[in-house]
């Protein structure tokens, strides 16, 4: 029989189970019952022993490795920051000091904020642009294999190939051949820079670097024109030996323009020897009055025609015969060796930044762009306003990455700026290695570098952990 308990709940009935006095056992705690559930203290001991010392044995080497390579040369290149050039009287901040006075290092110091700003920003945009553009098609992997390339190659590989791109002279340098060839298709390129007269030819130096007949010409006299101080290298190539032009009808003016030098001596001043080679392509101006009335350009041989309006008038030879040809742009000069080589670093990390965001774009959900273009979206837009705000994330870590590696470039700038340029060219870790290992060598004011660079790392690498926290969060 079942008696009630005062909270009306119903005891089971005991049970002997046969020991003596009629002891009765308590029924199994039900889950819910009010009373505290059991906690289990886990076992601090595993099959091998104390599990924080085995640990702390695997950590050891890592930590000894990390102690020697990260911790002691900081800690110590801190310390000999305070020291002057020779190790042995303390500097204080004298040596911080100099890394905002010295013009040399402000140098590097403004160097360096334009690489993080450009560099990293540059590659970003350009890999993204890769990506999405070589996404639907069909040469796709292909593209992205060539652009990916560079990075097979080291630092100091891509120096020595873009310090030979960069070369002044065109025929050795491409970007500067690219530019001549542009330049020369859209304006006229000069042949005789050093051309000039000699005291017996019928010409004179006249206004503006140009020359001009001694006497006014005349209808039925052919006109000499001669020159010397043509390098042989800058004769055209197809120039045929000069000869005295026919007798023109009408009142026109014949001539010709020839280098009257002839090879090995012998030739005679103000006559076309068989050897001499007419001066193609100079053009010969009819001026009267101070205004040019008529004008020819001379032919293979050298000989030209005016019509009837230059009798009478001066020949000239413009000083547009005689400038120096164009040779391209100066790319390491003081102005553009800095565009120059982080030209060259964009074209080493841009395959860098399309691989992980290509990787990226191939995560992103497309039900969702499909249905911005069903809603009406264009392409633009669909990029703008979903592609680059849910590409967020990878676009932070390869901007980051980028700008740590920005701040350490040294390869680059040492191979590829020239002696000359290099002080304009200079960056903290050039100045660094400069100070450091150079012939006037500092270590006092290259350990404050060293302790600056860690300085300026420090903030990109706590927004990185930062953003990596949070992504682990989500």
Same mark, same amino acid.
Not at 382 to 409: E, G
């Given at each position: 029989?079942?008696?009630?308990?005062?909270?009306?709940?119903?005891?089971?009935?005991?049970?002997?189970?046969?020991?003596?006095?009629?002891?009765?056992?308590?029924?199994?705690?039900?889950?819910?019952?009010?009373?505290?559930?059991?906690?289990?203290?886990?076992?601090?001991?595993?099959?091998?022993?104390?599990?924080?010392?085995?640990?702390?044995?695997?950590?050891?080497?890592?930590?000894?490795?990390?102690?020697?390579?990260?911790?002691?040369?900081? +800690?110590?290149?801190?310390?000999?920051?305070?020291?002057?050039?020779?190790?042995?009287?303390?500097?204080?901040?004298?040596?911080?000091?100099?890394?905002?006075?010295?013009?040399?290092?402000?140098?590097?110091?403004?160097?360096?904020?334009?690489?993080?700003?450009?560099?990293?920003?540059?590659?970003?945009?350009?890999?993204? !642009?890769?990506?999405?553009?070589?996404?639907?098609?069909?040469?796709?992997?292909?593209?992205?294999? !060539?652009?990916?390339?560079?990075?097979? !190659?080291?630092?100091?590989?891509?120096?020595?190939?873009?310090?030979?791109?960069?070369?002044?002279?065109? *025929?050795?340098?491409?970007?500067?051949? +690219?530019?001549?060839?542009?330049?020369?298709?859209?304006?006229?390129?000069?042949?005789?820079?050093?051309?000039?007269?000699?005291?017996?030819?019928?010409?004179?130096?006249?206004?503006?670097?140009?020359?001009?007949?001694?006497?006014?010409?005349?209808?039925? *006299?052919?006109?000499?024109?001669?020159?010397?101080?043509?390098?042989?290298?800058?004769?055209?190539?197809? %120039?045929?030996?000069?000869?005295?032009?026919?007798?023109?009808?009408?009142?026109?003016?014949?001539?010709?323009?020839?280098?009257?030098?002839?090879?090995?001596?012998?030739?005679?001043?103000?006559?076309?020897?068989?050897?001499?080679?007419?001066?193609?392509?100079?053009?010969?101006?009819?001026?009267?009055?101070?205004?040019?009335?008529?004008?020819?350009?001379?032919?293979?041989?050298?000989?030209?025609?005016?019509?009837?309006?230059?009798?009478? %008038? *001066?020949?000239?030879?413009?000083?547009?015969?005689?400038?120096?040809?164009?040779?391209?742009?100066?790319?390491?000069?003081?102005?553009?060796?800095?565009?120059?080589?982080?030209?060259?670093?964009?074209?080493?990390?841009?395959?860098?930044?399309?691989?992980?965001?290509?990787?990226?774009?191939?995560?992103?959900?497309?039900?969702?762009?499909?249905? %911005?273009?069903?809603?009406?979206?264009?392409?633009?837009?669909?990029?703008?306003?979903?592609?680059?705000?849910?590409?967020?994330?990878?676009?932070?870590?390869?901007?980051?990455?980028?700008?740590?590696?920005?701040?350490?470039?040294?390869?680059?700038?040492?191979?590829?700026?020239?002696?000359?340029?290099?002080?304009?060219?200079?960056?903290?870790?050039?100045?660094?290695?400069?100070?450091?290992?150079?012939?006037?060598?500092?270590?006092? !004011?290259?350990?404050?570098?060293?302790?600056?660079?860690?300085?300026?790392?420090?903030?990109?690498?706590?927004?990185?952990?930062?953003?990596?926290?949070?992504?682990?969060?989500?």
């Amino acid at each position: 029989m079942t008696t009630a308990t005062a909270g009306g709940a119903d005891e089971a009935p005991s049970a002997d189970n046969g020991s003596r006095g009629g002891t009765s056992v308590p029924a199994p705690r039900k889950p819910g019952d009010g009373q505290p559930p059991v906690r289990r203290v886990p076992s601090r001991k595993s099959v091998t022993g104390t599990r924080r010392v085995i640990a702390a044995l695997f950590l050891l080497p890592a930590l000894v490795l990390l102690g020697a390579l990260v911790v002691y040369p900081i +800690v110590y290149s801190v310390y000999r920051s305070f020291f002057d050039q020779a190790g042995t009287g303390f500097a204080g901040l004298d040596n911080y000091k100099a890394l905002f006075t010295d013009d040399t290092i402000l140098t590097a110091v403004k160097n360096n904020a334009i690489w993080v700003v450009l560099a990293p920003t540059v590659s970003t945009v350009l890999g993204l !642009i890769f990506a999405v553009l070589t996404e639907r098609i069909r040469w796709g992997t292909a593209f992205k294999l !060539i652009v990916f390339m560079p990075m097979a !190659i080291s630092m100091l590989a891509a120096g020595i190939i873009f310090r030979l791109v960069y070369d002044q002279a065109p *025929e050795r340098g491409i970007a500067n051949a +690219v530019a001549v060839g542009v330049h020369d298709t859209f304006a006229e390129s000069t042949g005789f820079p050093k051309a000039h007269p000699l005291p017996v030819h019928p010409l004179k130096a006249a206004d503006g670097g140009s020359f001009v007949t001694k006497t006014p010409v005349r209808a039925g *006299e052919p006109v000499q024109l001669p020159l010397v101080g043509v390098a042989p290298a800058k004769m055209p190539g197809d %120039a045929k030996p000069a000869r005295t032009p026919a007798k023109a009808d009408g009142g026109k003016i014949t001539g010709t323009a020839w280098l009257d030098f002839t090879k090995g001596g012998g030739g005679k001043p103000n006559v076309i020897d068989p050897q001499e080679l007419g001066l193609k392509g100079i053009k010969v101006e009819a001026v009267k009055g101070g205004e040019v009335v008529a004008s020819a350009t001379a032919g293979t041989d050298g000989t030209f025609t005016l019509p009837a309006a230059a009798d009478g %008038a *001066e020949l000239r030879l413009p000083a547009s015969n005689f400038r120096e040809p164009y040779n391209g742009v100066d790319w390491l000069g003081p102005s553009l060796v800095t565009p120059g080589i982080i030209g060259s670093y964009v074209w080493m990390w841009a395959g860098f930044a399309m691989v992980l965001i290509a990787a990226g774009l191939a995560g992103l959900p497309r039900e969702l762009l499909e249905a %911005a273009r069903v809603d009406g979206a264009n392409e633009w837009q669909v990029f703008r306003r979903i592609t680059v705000p849910m590409l967020a994330p990878v676009l932070a870590v390869v901007l980051v990455t980028l700008m740590i590696n920005v701040l350490k470039v040294f390869d680059l700038v040492f191979i590829i700026a020239p002696g000359s340029s290099q002080d304009d060219a200079n960056v903290l870790a050039l100045q660094l290695y400069r100070s450091s290992f150079g012939t006037d060598a500092d270590l006092g !004011i290259g350990s404050a570098i060293a302790v600056l660079l860690l300085l300026l790392v420090v903030p990109v690498m706590l927004f990185n952990i930062r953003r990596i926290r949070k992504e682990g969060r989500r």
